[in-house]
Each structure stands twice: as C-alpha cells, then as structure tokens.
C-alpha cells in the first residue's frame, strides 16, 4: 500500500459496532441487530445510485406527486422501493411508513410477536429535489417497537405507528455527499460511520459525538423571513449584530445535510411556521423525531417553540411541525426572544 495512503490500526464495520452494542443487552436476541442491517444494505444501494445519477436514467421527475402535492422525482421512489425490500426480507419488521407512501403498509405478517416486532419509519431521499444539481441529500429513519394495546383502541392499522419520539428504539440519518455517512443512535450515544466503497463496508468514524454547546452558523431559509413569528425574526436580526458575533448563514436545502453541519460544528437549524405553512413544513413523524433524538443524545435540543419535538405525539402519519434544533447556547437565546414575544 502508498505510504500516503492513511489506514488505522483497526477497522470496526457498522455490523460488528451494533452486535458489541447489543452484547451490554443479555436479553437482545439478535433480531434488532438484522433489521439495522436491512438499513444499511439499503443506504449501499442508494449511495450507488445517487453517484451514477447523471449517468443511469433516474434524474428529474417521476411524473407525479406525493401525498403532500409535492412533485416526486425517480430516485425518491427508487429509493423508497430499495428500503422496503430490504426491510421486507429482514423478517421482523410489521409496518412501514414513508414520505413516499399515502397510508402504512404491512410488509410481515408473521406467525409470532417476534416476526412482526418492529415498525419502520423513513423519509427514503431527502432533499431529492437538489439531486439534479449535485447537492448532497441523504435518507432519514427511525424505528419503532410494535405496541399491539394502540391498535386495539382503532380500526387504523397505523395506530400503532402513532407513537411519541420517546419511545424510538434507534434513529439515524445517512448523507450521500461528498463521502457517503450514516449516522445513528440507540439511545446510548450518537456514532458515526463513513462507506468506504472499495470494501462495501460502513467503518466507523467516530463515537459519542457531541454537539457543540455553541456554534458559529444559523441555518434557515430567509426568503420567508418576512413571513416567520416576530420572536424568530428578532432571532434572527440579533444573529447580525456584533453582540452576537456575528454569526454566518448557511443553508443547503437538505435536512440532513443541514443537521449534519450543525451537529459537528453547532449552532441553529430554524424551520419555523410561516403564513403559507402555519403548521410548520417538516413531518413529525419521520424528519423532526429522528433528528431530534439524534440531536438530544449528542447534548443538543429540538423543539417546535413551545414543545419539546420528542414529547409530541403525532396524529396522522404526516403531521406537520416547525422544527428549531440546535446547540444549548443557541436553543437558550431562542427561547428568551419567544418569551418576550409571548
């Protein structure tokens, strides 16, 4: 090998960091661990398609829209297709939901609780519509144990699905940028993996991340500043003022890739309500819960303003919700200026 070529002294794959995980669990039987394979193999597939996107026939649009009147674009239902089979030959995974998909879809019907534990939720491409344009974009996900005492109390299959952030078993993101990493937590600490394409592996990058009490960036799209709450235009304005820094703008367009940005270097990502939205843009249920359980493990906060993200209990599967995440320091201004406001 080049002696300019950095290789560590070990290599520890996705795979064998969630099977050391579950070894601190005695009772863990194993099933858990295969169905986070599902999601990995699937981020491979994924990753491979979004690098060859100007090159195989899946840029542009699908020639129709979503359940929420948004234009569908190829790789979003490509994508979208590649996590549902993956998760479907896992075995153990009851439901799944998706930005994708008007209503829940039951994809096991197994004979024991065992075969139909978990429920799956995701946003399959997020950010799909800067794909033609070579912006990062990535899929968000987070998972579930089924509760078969909320379906007893509805005819609705995705009552089930309808949980509070609180009781996720794991959530993660993976960005496809310019290396393609997946980020996820169980609960005990936020890890990072970056795909390394040579061997078909994600090796981990780093563990236990956490997020700067303070960050240098806000990121929000200001084209509809005019229209946010006074408290986060005030936010804002001080955000310009030598008091503050001041601080520097930055905005993808991607989730995720926002997130991402801010969960290594701190800082403010604002997706406030505004007149057009006044329920805020971003889906509860599979955009702000993952990220707002990632967010909080990593030693940052999520809220829509007045609730913490991961407190709400959704009510359709794609409820809508302004989402404010970021560091301690940042979050904490925030809320003075929605105070002074209220």
């Given at each position: 090998m080049s002696d300019n070529v950095a290789t560590p002294n070990r290599f520890v794959t996705i795979q064998e960091h969630i099977i050391n995980e579950q070894r601190q669990h005695p009772a863990a039987t194993g099933g858990f661990s295969w169905?986070?394979?599902?999601?990995?193999?699937?981020?491979?597939?994924?990753?491979?398609?979004?690098?060859?996107?100007?090159?195989?026939?899946?840029l542009g649009d699908a020639g129709a829209a979503n359940v929420h009147g948004e234009q569908q674009q190829k790789l979003d239902l490509l994508a979208n297709k590649t996590i549902e089979l993956c998760l479907g030959y896992r075995g153990n995974v009851a439901m799944?939901?998706?930005?994708?998909?008007?209503?829940?879809?039951?994809?096991?019907?197994?004979?024991?609780?065992e075969d139909r534990k978990y429920i799956v939720v995701f946003d399959p491409l997020d950010g799909s519509?800067?794909?033609?344009?070579?912006?990062?974009?990535?899929?968000?996900?987070?998972?579930?144990?089924?509760?078969?005492?909320?379906?007893?109390?509805?005819?609705d299959q995705a009552a089930e699905i309808l949980q509070p952030g609180i009781k996720q078993l794991a959530a993660g993101y993976i960005v496809y940028g310019s290396s393609t990493v997946l980020v996820y937590t169980t609960g005990e600490g936020v890890h990072m993996f970056t795909l390394d394409p040579s061997v078909g592996a994600f090796i981990?990058?780093?563990?236990?991340?956490?997020?700067?009490?303070?960050?240098?960036?806000?990121?929000?799209?200001?084209?509809?500043?005019?229209?946010?709450?006074?408290?986060?235009?005030?936010?804002?304005?001080?955000?310009?003022?030598?008091?503050?820094?001041?601080?520097?703008?930055?905005?993808?367009?991607?989730?995720?890739?926002?997130?991402?940005?801010?969960?290594?270097k701190g800082g403010i990502f604002?997706?406030?309500?505004?007149?057009?939205?006044?329920?805020?843009?971003?889906?509860?249920?599979?955009?702000?819960n993952p990220i707002a359980f990632l967010a909080e493990q990593a030693g940052g906060e999520a809220?829509?303003?007045?609730?913490?993200?991961?407190?709400?209990t959704p009510k359709s599967l794609h409820e809508r919700t302004p989402l404010f995440v970021g560091s301690k320091q940042e979050m904490e201004r925030l809320r003075r200026f929605i105070r002074d406001e209220a």
């Open positions: 169905l986070l394979s599902g999601i990995t193999l699937a981020a491979r597939i994924i990753s491979a398609n979004v690098r060859r996107a100007g090159i195989i026939d899946v799944i939901a998706s930005e994708e998909l008007d209503e829940a879809k039951v994809i096991t019907r197994g004979e024991t609780e519509s800067n794909i033609d344009v070579n912006v990062s974009v990535g899929t968000i996900f987070s998972i579930f144990q089924r509760d078969p005492a909320l379906a007893k109390k509805s005819d981990l990058h780093s563990e236990d991340i956490r997020m700067p009490e303070k960050g240098k960036s806000y990121s929000v799209n200001e084209g509809n500043a005019n229209s946010f709450p006074r408290a986060v235009q005030k936010f804002l304005e001080w955000c310009k003022t030598e008091e503050a820094g001041p601080y520097s703008a930055r905005y993808i367009g991607s989730l995720v890739a926002d997130f991402h940005r801010t969960l290594l604002l997706y406030p309500a505004t007149a057009k939205s006044p329920n805020g843009k971003l889906r509860l249920l599979y955009e702000a809220t829509d303003g007045q609730t913490r993200i991961l407190e709400k």
